[in-house]
């Protein structure tokens, strides 16, 4: 029995059809290759059986038929000679040399299965990590095998500090009770149209690119949409962008002093008397100490620490404070600095005070489709097991409805042994020494301390070829059936198996598989076709009968904080201890935390070590994306290597006259962790004092002697493994450097 009523879009054709000599699968793009969304596609194969095109789904809402380079590329990821093609094993003792032998999945399976019962036999289920890297389909899988098996460490394996976007969600969890996102009509399948919704007067993108990104299910075309729509545009960016170039404000701070301009801001718009008296006394807590707190941030000094000048950020806060409604897309930049709470909380907070929270084009609570994306089983271990996991004691915080371990002090445990020794991992969809770890050298060390590894991936990675035990081949999405439910979206979105490659496996398939063996009762499905149906039981549809029906909708309801629904005692409020917005939390304090936004400087850096600053006279950023590739993806194929062929460094002109370099040299990027090869880029997006490094680096094409040259090229050499006071939020975009030439032969 369906427990809620689904809106769905009506379609054309069958999910299935013939176009000429082709066949066309309509669904979604849900991972791998990498990409956070799920877009609306329709893949085209032959009569082999072969990915021949992807396009755009113009019947599904959320894309509108419009899709990126990637996954116009994706026939050449899928199809591509370098995919691992079968599970394949290594004696431990050549760790770092291409000695591969090939086995079958029975084989693979017998031999996973088997060690890690040994290990949890022997030593505990707990000294087993279980690792993912960005957020693709695996949450789900990866949690229920880690659970299932009885190991508390799950984790984002190597991201020092969590710092990508756990900061934002547990930040506005403990202050909030739940995350909003820019209200750009995406929970509502007649998008623009709907009656209910309303185009926000203003957009502040903060810390996100939202055009390359497409992160966290925010679609990056939707801001021309509503651009179109009369939608202006404020972007909190040290870097220009096409995208600032159209904005009404463009606030080009210094990186990682977000904290302070939106404090800065905040002095404005409460002493000039700018908030939002209505909401702020019946819904918010804690403001009087907030408006006391602000006082330490007055725009002179923030123009100051921020490199904004004083009189942009006054009319920012007026800008911002005057459009009703404004709704705000943030972005890792926010989580990539080490007191990435605060620096949240303050910005949220901007907000708050404004009454943007859960208005239409405000700031919305979305509904869950299916309520899981935070894990699933997570009643499937022990309490006992539970207690176990690495962090738990250093960062209180982390009590909080997340079931992961504390990654920095993950790091400690592999290399310290205490309070346990760790014995094996499992890294599924994680590239830990080309692109999540910080300090990747360490990471491999830490890696090779284990017994026992394994690695799930489409290709062979550094991380791979240093440090596996196994690999096993996983499968691209036109290869593998299943679901896109949760994560802030509101909708249900099917991925439809067309073709075949090798004997790579769906990451849900392999899992299930391995969880079968560890844990039967936990994993009782015949197929994959069984588990997903289960899964959207609560749907009254099976997923063969989802598949004709998605994308689905729930209807969704503004003002939630109004009737009750916020709150699993349904009273009017949010979901806080206070019932309100906590601008001073309760949780904070009770974890020994700040309750308070605050600002502190990025160390090192200009403010808190002016001494280091002669010998690294550069502020350095990481990782602002790119088109050509995800993360540490995509540097195989042709087509996309052409586009970005090397890694770069962004330059202003005046810094790279200055240090004679010229436009496509190499030149050394360095710092008191470590130095990376890049290619200079003389760009005037920066400004002369700050330089900006693309991440993710490997080359594929130097093969596996040297682990692909990935230690010469990889950023976080320069990035050190250090997380805030909380546990979450690491200097990733914020450094220091001094550049200078590569010399021939280096
Ligand atoms: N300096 C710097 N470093 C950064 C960042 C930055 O901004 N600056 N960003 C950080 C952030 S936010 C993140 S999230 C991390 C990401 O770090 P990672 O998640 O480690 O990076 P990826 O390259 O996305 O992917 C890991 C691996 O997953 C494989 N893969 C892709 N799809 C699938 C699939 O469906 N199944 C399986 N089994 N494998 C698959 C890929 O081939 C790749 O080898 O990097 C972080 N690193
Ligand atoms: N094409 C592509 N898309 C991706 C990814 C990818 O690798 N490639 N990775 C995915 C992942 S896992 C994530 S987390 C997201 C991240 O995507 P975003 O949230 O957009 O983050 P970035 O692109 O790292 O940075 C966004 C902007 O922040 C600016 N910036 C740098 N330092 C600071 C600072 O200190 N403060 C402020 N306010 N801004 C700063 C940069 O100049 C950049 O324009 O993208 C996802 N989407
Ligand atoms: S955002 Fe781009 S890469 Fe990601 S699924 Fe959509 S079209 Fe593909
Ligand atoms: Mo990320």
Redesign the pocket.
Known sequence: MAENEYLTVPHEKPYKYQEGDLTVTRGS??TGPG?????G?LLYTDDDGKLVKVE?DPENPY?DG???V??LALPEVTNHKDRLLYPMKRDPKDRGKDKWERMSWDEAIDLVAGKLIEIRDKYGAETVIFGQGTGRDISSWITRLAWSYGSPNYTCFALSGLACYLPRVAGMAATCGGYTVADCSQQFPDRYDNPNWRCPELMVLWGNYPLRA?SDGF??HWMIDLMKRGMKIMMVDPRVTWLSLKAEAHLRLRPGTDAALALGMMNVIINEDLYDHDFVEKWTYGFDELAERVQEYPPSKVAEITWVPEEEIKSAARMLASAKPAAMQWGLAVDMVKEALPAGQAIVGLFQITGNVDVPGGNIFPVELIAYSGGWGGELISEEQKAKRIGLDTYPLLALGFQVAQTDELMKTMLTDKPYKMRGIWLQTNNAIACMGAEPKMVLEALLRLEFNVVVDLFMTPTAMACADVVLPAATYPEKDGLRLGDGLQRGEVINKVCQIGEAKSDAEINLMLGKRLNPEAWPWDSIEDMLSSMIATTGMTFPELREQAPLYLPFEYKRYETGKLRADGQPGFNTATGRIELWSTFYNQCGLDPMPYFDEPNPGPGATPELMDEYPFVLTTGARRWSS?HSEHRQLDRLRRMDPWPYIEIHPDTAAELGFVDGEWVWVENQMGRAKRTVKITPIVDPRVVSCDHGWWLPEKGPENLYDVFDVNINNLVPMACGKSGFGANYKTSICKLYKVEKGE
């Open positions: 793009a849900w990409c956070h969304l799920g877009c596609v755009g894309n419009r899709l990126c990637r996954c497409n679609y990056g995800f």
